[in-house]
């Protein structure tokens, strides 16, 4: 059993930056990250590959976040530029344990979340 956790979210002001880290406690394959705000579904918002080669971002943040691997520390980033309101939720990451890349499902593992809210 894989344990995830998250880190490194908080409160700032709309154009500022975050960093979220994902700590894994093992070995895990594909990584990502996904955000609930209140009162609306979950959604996938990046995602990197076991070996790094391939990265996902949904289109909303596409160009602001960016997503990295260390694996030294077993964590995996997410960068976030140029915050907006609408970037307020509860961000969680997720990891699998297949060989293959499908960023937006299929994932074994979660984190219990992490808070970043963004103040106007």
């Known amino acids: 059993q894989v344990q995830l956790v998250e880190s490194g979210g908080g409160l700032v002001q709309a154009g500022g930056s975050l960093r979220l880290s994902c700590a894994a406690s093992?070995?895990?394959?594909?990584v990502g990250w996904f955000r609930q705000a209140a009162g609306k579904e979950r959604e996938f918002v990046a995602a990197i590959s076991r070996t790094t080669t391939y990265t996902t971002y949904e289109d909303s943040v596409k160009g602001r976040f960016a997503i990295s691997r260390d694996f030294a520390r077993n964590t995996v980033y997410l960068q976030m530029n140029s915050l907006i309101v609408e970037d307020t939720a509860m961000y969680y990451c997720?990891?699998?344990?297949?060989?293959?890349?499908?960023?937006?499902?299929?994932?074994?593992?979660w984190g219990q979340g992490t808070q970043v809210t963004v103040s106007s």
């Open positions: 997720a990891a699998d344990t297949s060989q293959y890349y499908t960023p937006r499902s299929g994932y074994d593992y």
């Open positions: 093992g070995r895990v394959g594909t």
